[in-house]
């Protein structure tokens, strides 16, 4: 998810925010508890992989925020697959 900014700072945000690492939470609390709601709510839609159903929709959720002016907050959502996932190894 991407907050703020203008239109197109939240849609970069929203695609910044899916190569963050999945264990890798919001270090403001009051984001980090709603990357908590988010992936609970998504997860409890039941539509599971590949839309096939179960309890496991979304690994996570995160949100990233710039500023703007409260009466036009722009926010996007970005929604990745597998695909946009990746491993990592320090050598």
């Known amino acids: 998810v991407g907050l703020g900014g203008t239109s197109e700072v939240a849609v970069g945000l929203a695609k910044e925010a899916l190569l963050l690492p999945v264990e890798q939470p919001n270090p403001d609390p009051f984001y980090a508890a709603l990357e908590r709601e988010i992936l609970s709510r998504v997860n409890a839609l039941g539509i599971g992989p590949q839309g096939l159903g179960g309890s496991?929709?979304?690994?996570?959720?995160?949100?990233?925020?710039?500023?703007?002016?409260?009466?036009?907050?722009?926010?996007?959502?970005?929604?990745?697959?597998?695909?946009?996932?990746?491993?990592?190894?320090?050598?």
Request: hydrophobic share 45%.
């Open 56 to 91: 496991t929709t979304a690994l996570c959720a995160h949100i990233l925020k710039s500023p703007t002016h409260i009466a036009g907050l722009p926010c996007a959502v970005n929604l990745g697959c597998h695909v946009t996932r990746h491993a990592s190894a320090v050598l």
